[in-house]
Every structure is written in structure tokens, then in C-alpha cells.
Nanobody
Framework: QVQLVESGGGLVQSGGSLRLSCAAS????????MGWYRQAPGNEREFVATITSGGSTNYADSVKGRFTISRDNAKNSVYLQMNSLKPEDTAVYYC????????????WGKGTLVTVSS
């Protein structure tokens, strides 16, 4: 079994910063992609950023230049540094772990709430 546990959410004022963390445990393939997704009230879950085990990153246009994703492969952890936060960043942020070999598998954390006040 693989478990993902997020932490670091909270309440911050517009323009502030937060750092999210996600730790994975269990039987994990070394070649994988970890990422962050978010879901605001009344909206569908949306992509925020991903990072491969080789370090390649991808970001949603809405967070480019403000958010930075990183990971520590030895700790099976992924981080999301969020700067210049805006009220529209308010959402539950979910961590995802995925690999495609020998078969496609993905795991999700339970989420951590980020609230940005104006």
C-alpha cells in the first residue's frame, strides 16, 4: 500500500507565501512523477505542477513564476513553494504520485487546505 500525506496548508494574506509538503510511504517505484493538484469550492480538480523523478517540471500557466515544485527522492517527498499568493489560489491542494511501468498506477493524498485572504 502507498500512502501520501500532505502538510503545510493554512491561512495566509494575499501576497504571502506557503510551502506545502507531501511524503509518500510504501512500495514506490523509483521512476515516477509526483505532483500537486487543487480543487476550489464548486470547481473541478485542476493541475498545478508536476515533477518527475529525473527532475523535469511542468506548471499550470496560472502559477508559473509564483510556484516552485521540488522533490527529495531519498525521502519520497515533494514540495510546493507558493509565493505571491492570490485569493484565487484558495483551494484544497492534493498530492499525486504516479508511475506507468509495469502498469499505470496513481495515488492521491487527502489534501491540505490553503486559504488566501484579500
Amino acid at each position: 500500500q502507498v500512502q501520501l500525506v500532505e502538510s503545510g496548508g493554512g491561512l495566509v494574506q494575499s501576497g504571502g507565501s506557503l510551502r506545502l509538503s507531501c511524503a509518500a510511504s510504501g512500495s514506490i517505484r523509483s521512476t515516477n512523477t509526483m505532483g500537486w493538484y487543487r480543487q476550489a469550492p464548486g470547481n473541478e480538480r485542476e493541475f498545478v505542477a508536476t515533477i518527475t523523478s529525473g527532475g523535469s517540471t511542468n506548471y499550470a500557466d496560472s502559477v508559473k513564476g509564483r510556484f516552485t515544485i521540488s522533490r527529495d527522492n531519498a525521502k519520497n517527498s515533494v514540495y510546493l513553494q507558493m509565493n505571491s499568493l492570490k485569493p484565487e489560489d484558495t483551494a484544497v491542494y492534493y498530492c499525486r504520485l504516479r508511475w506507468t511501468w509495469p502498469r499505470a498506477v496513481e495515488y492521491w493524498g487527502k489534501g491540505t487546505l490553503v486559504t488566501v485572504s484579500s
